[in-house]
């Protein structure tokens, strides 16, 4: 993005609608560029791009928790399908849920709703193949040339990697500025609003949003945003993706047979699943007996699925639990913040989305028994275990042999890139837009 021609704070098109909360530069782009089809919305646009991009598209060949259709049997690389893990969730079916669920919070809470879906579409494009074990291993690669983390890696691809816009720089070359999106919308977008080691409160925090050579674009994202806070929209869509993968973690969980839901009233298992939620799902601090409280006030539910076989009426059930557990999460955070900030839109930086204690609990209650009883099987971590040598060797083989093996978009990159640093995350970026079949198949062909 830096070397652009462009005069960021020049205006862009018309406002989301007459009488817009969101001011002149929250629509700015970029790029300047004439609508193609006057009457529709900045954000109309920002979502029809996202929503016809090819990044959101791989998603569709992207872990979410569980590869789809196999876990390891034997030796690396070898692998068994199971009926009952035919249609697991993945990273884009879990982004259109996720948008879904924030595009009617948003709406109700006085957002623009497509600026929100856009948000929620586009916050996990940058995840690469294997979901955060891949993510792992891509960033002990990129640890010299500034690590990776899947939210700085979305910026990146919004702003510079995803092929729509291009503009001239000061020596006439044509650059990418990826889908030239709104300010607002690539805020919205932006889970952590600083770069590595600069964590608000938790310096050592491996989460960070911008690589250091992204800084133009974020900086001009951030301009007259206050520092290390996320926009009102970017709230909402964090808080829409936590309600989302929570409770379809959990429904997945069910319906592949993974989770008994009798399991969830044995003192002993209620022991493992808090001391799960403990160790990555809450904040530190957090007394055990409030987590059994939040167990207990969803298993004593009307709707709570006690059990599950699999049937029609059954899966209707679950269906049914999935549905009333989002509303329950959503509508505890809409009356909360409608009564500490009015009845008015809420947008940008106005407000701050309340969730109560309570509610974030059952939340993270939900996530604890997911990663107990589906992530941390023992055959998915022998399949995580072969995915981190297939991201490491493929990292290796790219770097001994490049540009071969490097798509044409990424090999010009490379042949582009002033040093060795520059070429790496290259690489990196090769990889990260690669599908977890397409990662395997170029690992094989350059192993070779």
Partial sequence: MAGTAHDPGESATAGPHDGSPYDPAAIERWAPEPDKRPGRTAFQRDRARVLHSSALRRLAGKTQVVTPGTVPQGGAGEYLTHVWDASPRTRLTHSLECAQVGRELGAALGCDP????????????????????????????????????????????????????????????????????????????????????????????????????????????????????????????????????????????????????????????????????????????????ELDAALDRLLAQEWWPHGYDGSAVDQARLKDATSQLIGRFCLAAEGATRAAHGTGPLTRYAAELVVPRETRLECAVLKAVADRYVIQRDELERLRADQRVVIAELAEALTARAPLGLDPQFRALWEEADDDRARKRVIVDQIASLTDVAARSLHARLRQ
């Fill in 114 to 289: 497509d600026l929100v879906e856009a948000a929620c579409l586009s916050h996990d494009m940058g995840h690469p193949p294997f979901g955060h074990n891949g993510e792992q291993a891509l960033n002990e690669f990129a640890k010299d040339c500034g690590g990776f983390e899947g939210n700085a890696q979305s910026l990146r691809l919004l702003t510079r990697i995803e092929p729509k816009r291009f503009v001239e720089d000061a020596s006439g070359r044509l650059v990418s500025v990826g889908l030239n999106l709104t300010r607002a919308a690539l805020d919205a977008a932006t889970k952590y609003p600083w770069p590595l080691g600069a964590h608000p409160t938790a310096p050592d925090s491996p989460k960070f949003g911008v690589y250091e050579d992204d800084r133009p674009v974020f900086d001009w994202v951030r301009r007259g945003a206050p520092a290390d806070r996320q926009c009102f929209e970017a709230q909402v869509m964090d808080w829409s993706d936590d309600v989302a993968y929570s409770v379809h973690d959990f429904e997945d969980g069910l319906h592949a047979g993974h989770l008994d839901p009798a399991l969830l009233r044995s003192a002993a298992e209620r022991a493992d699943i808090a001391a799960v939620a403990a160790g990555r799902h809450v904040p530190a601090g957090t007394e055990p007996a």
